[in-house]
């Protein structure tokens, strides 16, 4: 059969996903059901009812959504077990895609129950899963299939734990990013529109694993060589009062500025110089990826996907772990170095092109979802 036959064949999908809150898993699951709703798939959706998932697919015409109550304990619950069961027979999902563990825990059983042909387990995370009875149950015996967004997730994912045959089980696509939306720089990206100053930012949630404070310790080494720059931070979290707190007693209230929750991601691209991604671990750094969408010279520590991301010395500059010294040392060797920014910027796109792009990751996930788990 060819493949575009092949890719006519529609399947019945179930996304499973009941987080509270909006986040790089909910992202990749909404974007993804959507583009397999409009290619004609059916598509259905389990979500928290009242969590944001809910709220944003509540108008959806083409994704059926079934909201749920859960608790920490709904997967000790029969009656909420004999609810998705039920749910799985009457819709008859091919294939079902789990968010995280707890959904794993609550709804891969009612599949197992329910005769559903594929359970994937969409890994995003790049931490450890811990070697349990109870896991290697759950990933060993009720998951076919896993899904992740780097190698470096994949090889976390399996470092204590063991599922037997896993490499063979598992695929990784990498998460996509929409180029239209990041349009290249019209000017000259060897000079900047700021004067003399330099703009270094970065976006990510305000949490101590995205390592927001070594930027503290960058800026202090940056105002000690007297360079004029200003560090600005797009994000909301609960690190945001420690944040201040350090930003104020360091003095370094003129050079650092939190900006909160940005909407508008493509601007805040086009009007920083550098990307800076203090992050201490990453399953897929989506802003790394936005900042090289626009033409923008990446440093970031060489942590987890960090180096799948960014070419070390081509689209930036990857430095070991938590050295800010080092750090420091490549901001300034771009800072001094225009023409340097602006190969290393174009060099991005072009990488974010060939490797990133959404439509062409989405076919893959299409392909990966409706054809290949279920031995098509």
């Given amino acids: 059969m060819r493949d575009s036959d092949n890719n006519n064949r529609k399947t019945r999908l179930c996304f499973f996903n009941t987080t509270r809150h909006w986040g790089g898993g909910e992202k990749w699951h909404f974007e993804t059901a ?11 959706f389990v979500v ?8 944003r697919l509540a108008n959806h015409q083409e994704i059926k959504v079934v909201p ?20 799985f027979r009457a819709e008859k999902p091919q294939t079902v895609v789990f ?32 070697n349990t009875l109870f896991n290697r149950f759950l990933y060993g015996r009720l ?46 990206l060897s000079q900047n529109d700021h004067g003399s100053k330099l703009i270094i930012g970065t976006a990510g949630r305000l949490e101590r694993e995205k390592g927001h404070e070594h930027l ?26 420690h944040l201040e707190n350090q930003i104020h007693n360091s003095g370094l209230g003129k050079e650092i500025e939190l900006l909160g929750f940005v909407p508008d991601v493509e601007r805040f691209m086009q ?3 550098i990307f800076a991604f203090p992050s201490l671990w990453e399953g897929f750094g989506y802003a790394t990826a936005e900042a090289m969408a626009a033409s923008r010279p990446v440093v970031a520590f060489d942590v987890s996907s960090n180096r799948e991301v960014v070419e070390n010395g081509v689209t930036g500059f990857l430095v070991p772990s938590e050295d800010a010294e080092r750090f420091s040392e490549k901001i300034l060797q771009l800072a001094k170095d225009p023409e340097l920014r602006s190969r290393m910027g174009h060099n991005g796109r072009s990488r974010v092109y060939r490797m990133f792009d959404q439509k062409k990751q989405l076919g893959k996930i299409e392909n990966f979802l409706c054809k290949d788990v279920l031995g098509q």
């Fill in 143 to 188: 998951i076919t299939h896993f899904l992740t967004n780097s190698d470096a997730t994949a090889h976390i994912l399996f470092e204590s734990l063991v599922v037997s045959n896993h490499t063979a089980k598992t695929r990784t696509i990498y998460n996509g990013i929409e180029l239209g939306r990041f349009k290249p720089p019209c000017r000259d």
């Fill in 48 to 55: 928290r009812t009242g969590g944001d998932l809910h709220k």
């Fill in 216 to 241: 503290l310790a960058v800026a202090r080494r940056l105002k000690e060589r007297q360079m004029d720059f200003k560090i600005v931070i797009a994000g909301e979290g609960s690190y945001r009062q």
């Fill in 68 to 87: 749920i109550a859960v608790s920490n304990l709904s997967f000790l619950n029969p009656l909420k077990l004999q609810k998705l069961t039920r749910i």
């Fill in 99 to 130: 968010n995280g563990s707890f959904d794993v825990k609550l709804g891969a059983p009612a599949a197992r129950m329910a005769g559903v042909s594929a359970t994937v387990y969409r890994r995003g995370l790049a931490v450890p899963v811990k």
């Fill in 271 to 273: 009007q920083i110089d």
């Fill in 34 to 44: 959507s583009y397999l709703a409009s290619r004609g798939h059916m598509v259905l």
